[in-house]
């Protein structure tokens, strides 16, 4: 995402400013500024079977990381190392793929990283995984994995009108009758009054137009 700010008047000896705010977090996460510094002490084939291993990992096969730390841990380059790094390719990965696609364009992504100060031979490799055709895969793989509250399957409503109680012979008061369907199965039923609904129609009415006048904002807007 690519926040526009203004800066009033511009110097005629300096270009207008454009803020953005990196696909990891406004502040580069300590796990990968930790892998940065290690990535330097390993040779450069040992990115891409990190890499690899991260990919497969995300995809399920969950012996891919025993058996790369097997594949590449020696005495000069020990297991917590190796740990650093697979988290650190892994939340990079993880983080970008949670990016829109249309938008997070391969040269964005490629930037971020080299701003991260991950070495260029990785950037590649990570930019093929991110970019490739295991992405749709490792997207469905983490949307399964990721704990969220139920979904609205169906929502059900009518009106039932009350024309008559114990207490009053004639009432003609009507009522809405709901019945609630999540995506885990669940089903609520709810009766909710015709001045309830009125104050619900408003309040939805009222975030939906606060929500359109953020959206509208120039620091929210998004750059190709």
Known sequence: MTSKVGHGTT??????VTERTLFAGYKVPDEISK????LKKIDHSDYRKIIVAVVKDIQGDSSSYHKALKEIQSEEFPIDNF???FAGFKLLITSSIGMPEASFKSETFEADMQQMRIPDEAISYL???VYGSRR???????????CRF???QSLRWRVDVTISTSMISRSLVPSLMFELTL???KIFTFEVS?????ELRYNIAKVLKEMNSVENKSILKIKD
């Open 11 to 16: 110097p005629a000896n300096k270009a207008a």
């Open 35 to 38: 892998m940065a510094k290690l």
């Open 83 to 85: 740990n650093i790094i």
């Open 127 to 129: 930019r093929d995984a």
């Open 136 to 146: 749709k895969r490792m997207e469905s793989e983490i949307l399964n994995n990721t």
């Open 150 to 152: 139920p979904r609205c």
């Open 183 to 185: 995506s885990n199965g």
């Open 194 to 198: 015709v001045a309830k609904f009125h």
